[in-house]
């Protein structure tokens, strides 16, 4: 019979302060979870802005972690959807409604009752969620994807958000042949985004801060790379896509990017600034161009990004790291200094 366990995790005890090893509590498998030793947790933007208590209503103490892979060790006695042994992988929700029109239509990031997010929120059972920097998690088997085997599971960690992250607007906006894509922002999520534009067949174009990192984004899948830092580039590329990704961590000159868009092409912001951003709206209203954002996307939608990946060869490119480097990876994230996502080895916890 399964009982509660105990499992080594990076923790960090409070707003802003460096993470450090502890031990949390995993419930006992319920009817329908699926217990997973966790193989590879990727290290998101989206953990660092938390950490920090940069989106506000943080709970500590904190495990990060939403880019999780490993191995079904244990399966409740309803579960259908894996066995023990299976390769799998979890992101950022554990759980939702599973009834509101959202969840219903696939798209269970929307939850009427907001999803339970992997960590950083309170499960149905009142209990805090922990992330993916530990040992083990316990999830509910519908939360829970498959890892098609020609991914390994270290690559395949970043895939469980910022693949799908980038995934799901490039089929919404509907990237493909004929279609012109730029990506702002070479990082995590920018980094799956050229690839994935380039496997579905659109046009892709990267915006980066310089061109420093021109070579990797020509390899990774883009026709063209620009650099934002040259005025030039804002004139040369005036009216060219009809969809601009944005992956900025921080708020940017979004009008100056709006003059990019083509008549009816929008600015997908996935980029979640800690601030309030400004626009003026006439820099829209001239050619009938959209903002809007997106968040993460469906299990359904998610299982059909990692199937995508496997027959592409797409993978993220990572530095795999040590538990106990976590904080020093947290500060060279914030630098920039990535190519192109920390995986945690989850065996050095
Ligand atoms: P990341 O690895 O740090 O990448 C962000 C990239 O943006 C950097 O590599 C850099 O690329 C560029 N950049 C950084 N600061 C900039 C600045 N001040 N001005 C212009 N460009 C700058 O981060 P990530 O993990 O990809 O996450 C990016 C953002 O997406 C975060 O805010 C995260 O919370 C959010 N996010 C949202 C969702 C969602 O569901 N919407 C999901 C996951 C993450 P260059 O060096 O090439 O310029
Ligand atoms: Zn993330
Ligand atoms: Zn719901």
Request: a negative charge.
């Amino acid at each position: 019979m399964s009982t509660t366990t105990t499992v080594t995790a990076y923790a960090a005890p409070a707003p802003k302060a460096p993470l450090e090893r502890t031990t949390v509590e995993r419930r006992a498998v319920r009817e329908r979870d699926v217990r997973i030793a966790i193989a590879y947790a990727g290290i998101c933007h989206s953990d660092l802005h938390q950490v920090r208590a940069g989106w506000g209503g943080e709970i500590f103490p904190m495990v990060p972690g939403h880019e999780i892979t490993g191995i079904v060790r244990e399966v409740g006695p309803g579960v259908t959807r894996h066995r023990v042994g299976d390769r799998v992988g979890v992101g950022c929700m554990v759980d939702s409604c599973r009834v509101c029109d959202d969840c219903r239509a696939g798209l269970e990031q929307y939850c009427a009752e907001v999803p339970v997010w992997t960590y950083n929120a309170v499960g149905k059972d009142g209990q805090p969620t922990y992330g993916g920097y530990s040992q083990e998690v316990v999830v509910d088997e519908h939360f829970v994807v498959r890892v098609p085997d020609a991914l390994a599971l270290d690559v395949a960690a970043p895939l469980l958000c910022a693949g799908i992250t980038t995934y799901s607007p490039l089929r919404h906006w509907k990237a493909g042949p004929g279609r012109r894509v730029a990506v702002v922002g070479l990082g995590g999520l920018g980094h799956m985004g050229v690839q994935l534009a380039h496997a579905l067949g659109a046009e892709v174009t990267v915006l980066s801060q310089s061109l420093r990192k021109r070579e990797d984004g020509l390899r990774l899948g883009a026709d063209d790379y620009r650099a934002t830092s040259d005025p030039a580039t804002f004139e040369e590329l005036a009216r060219t896509f009809d969809l601009v990704l944005n992956t900025v961590s921080a708020p940017i000159d979004f009008a100056a990017y709006f003059g990019l868009l083509r008549t009816d092409g929008a600015m997908v912001n996935l980029g979640l600034p800690e601030e309030p951003v400004q626009v003026h709206l006439q820099s829209l209203s001239g050619r009938r161009r959209s903002m809007s954002s997106s968040g993460i996307g469906g299990i359904a939608e998610t299982q059909e990004m990692l199937d995508f990946c496997a027959a592409h060869g797409v993978a993220a490119e990572i530095e795999t790291i040590r538990a106990e480097q976590v904080n020093e990876a947290y500060d060279r994230l914030l630098a920039g200094d990535v190519r192109y996502r920390f995986v945690i080895d989850a065996a050095t916890l």
